[in-house]
């Protein structure tokens, strides 16, 4: 008995120190691959020439309940501020982590997701470019142009994907929270 609980114990020391070995290796790449994703997304929201992008350094990534604002982003054009990318993270179906763009006047520019892991089938069509609501937009399209102070209830509001609420419901939570941080951020108030 001594001599198995041994043996597995040196197993699950390797495995470790394997484990330990490749994260060493790849989250460089992904902290990489993550911020090329977020580049683009701004570049996307704010395409004029001219923009510049910041990264706010005086804002404290919080918590509203289980929903994270990680970080923002201000776009700046001829040194004015003119919106900005908030990134949270929070529950979905799963989880998710988004990006997304609005203009100081609080007119949604675009959405991200830099994550997504609900369900195949349903919740993934949030972030399926192939995937189109009655109105011919993608889910994820649906929300350029909107007004954040109009708020984000499901079939009221916007769209929700048929079998995904669940999803649906969550994303809006991410979108109100994001909205709400680059809002009080910004200077202007949502009501």
């Not at 100081?104 to 919740?123: A, R």
């Not at 007004?147 to 939570?173: L, R, Y």
């Amino acid at each position: 008995m001594i001599k198995l609980g041994i043996i597995l114990a040196v197993y699950a020391a390797v495995s470790c120190t394997v484990l330990a070995v490749v994260n060493n290796f790849t989250a460089p790449k992904i902290a990489l691959n993550q911020e090329n994703k977020v580049n683009s997304a701004m570049k996307a929201f704010f395409p004029e020439e001219g923009f510049t992008f910041e990264s706010v350094t005086d804002y404290e990534p919080k918590a509203v309940g289980s929903v994270k604002i990680e970080s923002l982003i201000i776009a700046k054009k001829d040194g004015q501020v003119a919106g900005g990318a908030a990134q949270v993270n929070g529950p979905t179906y799963d989880q998710g982590t988004i990006l997304v763009g609005m203009d100081k006047d609080g007119v949604i520019k675009g959405l991200k997701f830099l994550k997504l892991t609900d369900s195949p089938g349903f919740g993934l069509k949030a972030n399926d470019p192939t995937f189109t609501l009655p109105s011919g937009k993608t889910f994820y399209g649906q929300f350029e142009g909107k007004n954040a102070k109009d708020g984000f209830t499901a079939g009221e509001t916007f769209d929700a994907i048929s079998g995904a609420t669940i999803s649906s419901v969550g994303i809006a939570g991410l979108l109100k929270e994001g909205t709400d941080a680059l809002f009080r951020y910004i200077g202007g108030d949502n009501e």
